[in-house]
C-alpha cells in the first residue's frame, strides 16, 4: 500500500497567559491510502490538536513546537499559508463533530455545495449542477435535485452530516478527517453515517483518519487504531489486535470501564482525573492513574516495545529492564 | 421490598406550538404507564425527540402534565402541593456544566436543598451535613470552599450527585447522568450511583441514550419511540430477545468494542430518520422507518400489550407467546 501521511515526532503547544500546555507531546503515526485510522482519546488528549495540524489549522497561541507532518511528499508544517490553502479542500478534508452549526442557515443547501464544488473542483453552472447530485448521491441523499433547493432547517442532524461529507468530497480529496463526527447524532443515524464513511473507502479508495472517543466505532470501522492520552500515543495496533490483546493498562482501563450488552459483570473505572496538561508529570503521562505505576514510570517516559508487527506500547511493564527491577510505588 | 414506589398512569405531555414557522401541538409524552419498584432501577432510553427526558421531568412535575396520573407509594401526587414530596424525589441532570450556578461556592450548592427545607438546626450542623454529603461523592472538605469551575465534568457531576442526595430522596430521576463525561470517567460514576443505591436503598429512573449503559445499570428497561413506550422487559430479557423491531435496530445499531472476526449478529441499519413530532405517522408511528410495515400499521396504533410474563411490547407482529 502507498503511504500517504507520515507524522514524525510531533510536538504542538499552545503558549498561554498560565504556561506552555502541550497538548501534542511527540507522537508519530502513519497512514495508507485507502486505509482508516481510528485516534481515540478523552477530551484533552490531543487527538484533536494532531487533526488541526494535519489541515494547517494551529492559530496563535498555538505553535508546531517539532517534528514534521509529511502528507504525498510534503511537510505541512513548513508550508505558508497560502500554500496550506492549496492543499485543504483539494487534497484533505474535514468534517466535524456538530453538523448543527457547520452549515449557513441563509443560504441553500445546493448553493453552499456549489461553492465547495467552485472553489476546489473548479467548475460553475450545469456542470457544478451534475457534481452537487453526484455528490449527494455519493453520500445516499434521496432526490438529491429538489434537497439541493431546500435550506439547511429542513434537514435533520444526520442530513446535515451527509451534506458536510458531500462538501468535503467536493475537491477530490484524498483524505478525510473525521473529528467526531457522529458524537451529536443517534445511535440508528450513526449507524448509517459510518455506512457512508466505510463506503468512501470502498468505492473511492479514501483515507480517512477518524478522530473518536469511541471504542466502539473503531471497532467497527478503523483498519489501525492509535490510543492517545495526555497528549502521547500510549498504544499503537491494528485493529483487531487491539481489542484481542491490549497491552497499556490504559487501553486495558478504557476497555473495562465500558458497559457491555452481553455480561453485567462490574465496571472496573480508571480512578482519578485526566491530568494538567500546563504541568505534565516527566514520566508516564498515566502513571498517576495507572494501578500498576513503578518508580521509574514517574520519572521517565516509558519507550515504546514492539508487541508485534504493527503492534507497540509505551509501557514500562513491557519493557526488559523494567520487568528485572522494578519498584511498585 | 416489593412494593411500588412510583407509578404513572396514561401520562401525557402536550406542548402547544405557535411561531411563524409552525402551529400545531407536540405530543412530547402520549400516554405512558409504568411502575417502578422499591430500589429498582428503570432504565429509558430512545433517540432525541422521543419524550424520555420531558417524562422524567412530567414524573417530578417540574413541567405539569397535561393528563395522565402519577402515584408516590400510593398517593396521587398530580395535583396539589408538591413541595413534600420534592424532598422524596430529586434529580440528576446532564449537563454538569449547566446545572450549578457558577457563583456559588460548592458548599453553597449542596446546601442550598437543605436550606429550603430547612433540615439543620444551627449553622454548624449544615456545614458537617455539607462535609457529609461531600465525602459520600467522593470529593473532600477542601473542596467545599471552591467554586464550579475549578472542576472537571466527573467532579462537577458528583457535585450535582450530592446536591440531589442532599435531602435524603428515596427516588431520583437520573437524567442522561454520564453522557456528558468522557469513558474512563463514566464508569466511576455509574458505580458511585450503584453503590448510593444499595446504601441508600434508592430507586431510580435512569434516562440514557447509551444502551449500553442503561443494560448495565437497569432491572427494567422501557423503550420509547415519538413519545411512547414501545417496548418494556427487564434487562437481560429485553437484549436477549427484543421483540420490538425498533429494539431490534437499535441494539443491533450499536457498534461493539470488539474484534470484528468476533462479532456474529449482522448490523441492521435502520433507514430513514424520526419523523418530526408535529406530524407524527398515523397508526404505529414506527412505520416510515419500520422493515416489517404493512397496511394495517397506518390504520391502527399498537397498544403495549404483554406478550409473555413481564415483557410488553407494542406491535400487530408480535404474536403472544403464552
Same mark, same amino acid.
Given at each position: 500500500?502507498?503511504?500517504?501521511?507520515?507524522?514524525?515526532?510531533?510536538?504542538?503547544?499552545?503558549?498561554?497567559?498560565?504556561?506552555?500546555?502541550?497538548a501534542?507531546?511527540?507522537?508519530?503515526?502513519t497512514?495508507?491510502?485507502?486505509?482508516?485510522?481510528?485516534?481515540?482519546?478523552?477530551?484533552?488528549?490531543?487527538?484533536?490538536?494532531?487533526?488541526?495540524?494535519?489541515?494547517?489549522?494551529?492559530?496563535?497561541?498555538?505553535?508546531?513546537?517539532?517534528?514534521?507532518?509529511?502528507?504525498?511528499?510534503?511537510?505541512?508544517?513548513?508550508?505558508?499559508?497560502?500554500?496550506?490553502?492549496?492543499?485543504?479542500?483539494?487534497?484533505?478534508?474535514?468534517?466535524?463533530?456538530?453538523?448543527?452549526?457547520?452549515?449557513?442557515?441563509?443560504?441553500?443547501i445546493?448553493?453552499?455545495?456549489?461553492?465547495?464544488?467552485?472553489?476546489?473542483?473548479?467548475?460553475?453552472?450545469?456542470?457544478?449542477?451534475?457534481?452537487?447530485?453526484?455528490?449527494?448521491?455519493?453520500?445516499?441523499?434521496?432526490e438529491?435535485?429538489?434537497?439541493?433547493?431546500?435550506?439547511?432547517?429542513?434537514?435533520?442532524?444526520?442530513?446535515?452530516?451527509?451534506?458536510?461529507?458531500?462538501?468535503?468530497?467536493?475537491?477530490?480529496?484524498?483524505?478525510l478527517?473525521?473529528?467526531?463526527?457522529?458524537?451529536?447524532?443517534?445511535?440508528?443515524?450513526?449507524?448509517?453515517?459510518l455506512?457512508i464513511?466505510?463506503?468512501?473507502?470502498?468505492?473511492?479508495?479514501?483515507?480517512?483518519?477518524?478522530?473518536?472517543?469511541?471504542?466502539?466505532?473503531?471497532?467497527?470501522?478503523?483498519?489501525?487504531?492509535?490510543?492517545?492520552?495526555?497528549?502521547?500515543?500510549?498504544?499503537?495496533?491494528?485493529?483487531?489486535?487491539?481489542?484481542?490483546?491490549?497491552?497499556?493498562?490504559?487501553?486495558?482501563?478504557?476497555?473495562?470501564?465500558?458497559?457491555?450488552?452481553?455480561?453485567?459483570?462490574?465496571?472496573?473505572?480508571?480512578?482519578?482525573?485526566?491530568?494538567?496538561?500546563?504541568?505534565?508529570?516527566?514520566?508516564?503521562?498515566?502513571?498517576?492513574?495507572?494501578?500498576?505505576?513503578?518508580?521509574?514510570?514517574?520519572?521517565?517516559?516509558?519507550?515504546?516495545?514492539?508487541?508485534?508487527?504493527?503492534?507497540?506500547?509505551?509501557?514500562?511493564l513491557?519493557?526488559?529492564r523494567?520487568?528485572?527491577?522494578?519498584?511498585?510505588? | 421490598?416489593?412494593?411500588?414506589?412510583? *407509578?404513572?398512569?396514561?401520562?401525557?405531555?402536550?406542548?402547544?406550538?405557535?411561531?411563524?414557522?409552525?402551529?400545531?401541538?407536540?405530543?412530547?409524552?402520549?400516554?405512558? &404507564?409504568?411502575?417502578?419498584?422499591?430500589?429498582?432501577?428503570?432504565?429509558?432510553?430512545?433517540?432525541?425527540?422521543?419524550?424520555k427526558?420531558?417524562?422524567?421531568?412530567?414524573?417530578?412535575?417540574?413541567?405539569?402534565?397535561? &393528563?395522565?396520573?402519577?402515584?408516590?407509594?400510593?398517593?396521587?401526587?398530580?395535583?396539589?402541593?408538591?413541595?413534600?414530596?420534592?424532598?422524596?424525589?430529586?434529580?440528576?441532570?446532564?449537563?454538569?456544566?449547566?446545572?450549578?450556578?457558577?457563583?456559588?461556592?460548592?458548599?453553597?450548592?449542596?446546601g442550598?436543598?437543605?436550606?429550603?427545607?430547612?433540615?439543620?438546626?444551627?449553622?454548624?450542623?449544615?456545614?458537617?451535613?455539607?462535609m457529609?454529603?461531600?465525602?459520600?461523592?467522593?470529593?473532600?472538605?477542601?473542596?467545599?470552599?471552591?467554586?464550579?469551575?475549578?472542576?472537571?465534568?466527573?467532579?462537577?457531576?458528583?457535585?450535582?450527585?450530592?446536591?440531589?442526595?442532599?435531602?435524603?430522596?428515596?427516588f431520583?430521576?437520573?437524567?442522561?447522568?454520564?453522557?456528558?463525561?468522557?469513558?474512563?470517567?463514566?464508569?466511576?460514576?455509574?458505580?458511585?450511583?450503584?453503590?448510593?443505591?444499595?446504601?441508600?436503598?434508592?430507586?431510580?429512573?435512569?434516562?440514557?441514550?447509551?444502551?449500553?449503559?442503561?443494560?448495565?445499570?437497569?432491572?427494567?428497561?422501557?423503550?420509547?419511540?415519538?413519545?411512547?413506550?414501545?417496548?418494556?422487559?427487564?434487562?437481560?430479557?429485553?437484549?436477549? *430477545?427484543?421483540?420490538?423491531?425498533?429494539?431490534?435496530a437499535?441494539?443491533?445499531?450499536?457498534?461493539?468494542?470488539?474484534? *470484528?472476526?468476533?462479532?456474529?449478529?449482522?448490523?441492521?441499519?435502520?433507514?430513514?430518520?424520526?419523523?418530526?413530532?408535529?406530524?407524527?405517522?398515523?397508526?404505529? *408511528?414506527?412505520?416510515?422507518?419500520?422493515?416489517?410495515?404493512?397496511?394495517?400499521?397506518?390504520?391502527?396504533d399498537?397498544?403495549?400489550?404483554?406478550?409473555?410474563?413481564?415483557?410488553?411490547?407494542?406491535?400487530?407482529?408480535?404474536?403472544?407467546?403464552?
Open positions: 500500500m502507498e503511504r500517504l501521511l507520515e507524522i514524525n515526532n510531533l510536538k504542538v503547544s499552545f503558549f498561554t497567559h498560565a504556561g506552555e500546555v502541550r501534542v507531546n511527540d507522537i508519530s503515526y497512514l495508507d491510502k485507502g486505509e482508516i485510522i481510528g485516534v481515540v482519546g478523552e477530551s484533552g488528549s490531543g487527538k484533536s490538536v494532531t487533526a488541526s495540524t494535519v489541515m494547517g489549522l494551529v492559530e496563535n497561541p498555538g505553535r508546531v513546537t517539532g517534528g514534521s507532518v509529511i502528507f504525498d511528499g510534503r511537510d505541512i508544517t513548513k508550508l505558508s499559508s497560502k500554500e496550506i490553502r492549496k492543499l485543504r479542500g483539494k487534497e484533505i478534508s474535514m468534517i466535524f463533530q456538530d453538523p448543527m452549526t457547520s452549515l449557513n442557515p441563509v443560504y441553500t445546493g448553493s453552499q455545495v456549489k461553492e465547495a464544488i467552485k472553489l476546489y473542483y473548479g467548475k460553475t453552472g450545469k456542470e457544478a449542477d451534475a457534481k452537487a447530485i453526484e455528490l449527494l448521491k455519493l453520500v445516499s441523499i434521496n438529491p435535485e429538489r434537497r439541493l433547493k431546500q435550506y439547511p432547517h429542513e434537514f435533520s442532524g444526520g442530513m446535515r452530516q451527509r451534506v458536510m461529507i458531500a462538501i468535503a468530497l467536493a475537491g477530490n480529496p484524498k483524505m478527517i473525521a473529528d467526531e463526527p457522529t458524537t451529536a447524532l443517534d445511535v440508528t443515524i450513526q449507524a448509517q453515517i455506512e464513511i466505510r463506503d468512501l473507502k470502498s468505492k473511492i479508495n479514501m483515507s480517512v483518519m477518524m478522530i473518536t472517543h469511541d471504542l466502539g466505532i473503531v471497532a467497527d470501522i478503523a483498519d489501525k487504531v492509535v490510543v492517545m492520552y495526555g497528549g502521547k500515543i500510549v498504544e499503537a495496533a491494528p485493529c483487531e489486535e487491539i481489542f484481542r490483546h491490549p497491552s497499556h493498562p490504559y487501553t486495558i482501563g478504557l476497555l473495562n470501564s465500558i458497559p457491555k450488552l452481553d455480561n453485567d459483570e462490574p465496571l472496573i473505572p480508571i480512578e482519578g482525573s485526566p491530568i494538567d496538561l500546563l504541568n505534565p508529570p516527566k514520566g508516564c503521562p498515566f502513571a498517576q492513574r495507572c494501578d500498576k505505576c513503578l518508580k521509574v514510570c514517574i520519572t521517565n517516559m516509558p519507550p515504546y516495545t514492539k508487541i508485534s508487527e504493527g503492534h507497540s506500547s509505551a509501557c514500562w513491557l519493557d526488559e523494567a520487568k528485572a527491577g522494578g519498584d511498585k510505588v | 421490598m416489593n412494593e411500588q414506589l412510583i *407509578k404513572v398512569e396514561n401520562i401525557k405531555q402536550h406542548f402547544h406550538v405557535h411561531n411563524t414557522f409552525s402551529r400545531g401541538v407536540v405530543k412530547a409524552v402520549d400516554g405512558v &404507564s409504568f411502575s417502578i419498584k422499591k430500589g429498582e432501577t428503570l432504565g429509558l432510553v430512545g433517540e432525541s425527540g422521543c419524550g427526558t420531558t417524562l422524567g421531568r412530567t414524573i417530578l412535575r417540574l413541567i405539569e402534565p397535561t &393528563s395522565g396520573k402519577i402515584f408516590y407509594e400510593g398517593n396521587d401526587i398530580t395535583s396539589g402541593n408538591i413541595t413534600e414530596y420534592r424532598k422524596k424525589m430529586q434529580i440528576i441532570f446532564q449537563d454538569p456544566y449547566a446545572s450549578l450556578d457558577p457563583r456559588m461556592s460548592v458548599a453553597d450548592i449542596v442550598e436543598p437543605l436550606d429550603i427545607h430547612k433540615l439543620y438546626r444551627n449553622k454548624k450542623e449544615r456545614s458537617e451535613k455539607i457529609a454529603l461531600l465525602r459520600t461523592v467522593g470529593l473532600n472538605s477542601d473542596h467545599a470552599q471552591r467554586y464550579p469551575h475549578e472542576f472537571s465534568g466527573g467532579q462537577r457531576q458528583r457535585i450535582g450527585i450530592a446536591r440531589a442526595i442532599a435531602v435524603q430522596p428515596s431520583i430521576v437520573c437524567d442522561e447522568p454520564v453522557s456528558a463525561l468522557d469513558v474512563s470517567i463514566q464508569a466511576q460514576i455509574i458505580n458511585m450511583l450503584e453503590e448510593m443505591q444499595h446504601k441508600m436503598s434508592l430507586t431510580y429512573l435512569f434516562i440514557a441514550h447509551d444502551l449500553s449503559v442503561v443494560k448495565h445499570i437497569s432491572d427494567n428497561v422501557g423503550v420509547m419511540y415519538l413519545g411512547s413506550m414501545v417496548e418494556l422487559a427487564s434487562s437481560e430479557e429485553l437484549y436477549r *430477545k427484543p421483540l420490538h423491531p425498533y429494539t431490534q437499535l441494539i443491533s445499531s450499536i457498534p461493539v468494542a470488539k474484534p *470484528k472476526s468476533e462479532i456474529t449478529t449482522k448490523r441492521q441499519v435502520l433507514k430513514g430518520e424520526i419523523p418530526s413530532p408535529l406530524n407524527p405517522p398515523s397508526g404505529c *408511528k414506527f412505520r416510515t422507518r419500520c422493515p416489517m410495515a404493512k397496511e394495517e400499521c397506518a390504520q391502527s399498537p397498544e403495549l400489550r404483554e406478550v409473555s410474563p413481564g415483557h410488553l411490547c407494542a406491535c400487530h407482529f408480535v404474536k403472544k407467546s403464552v
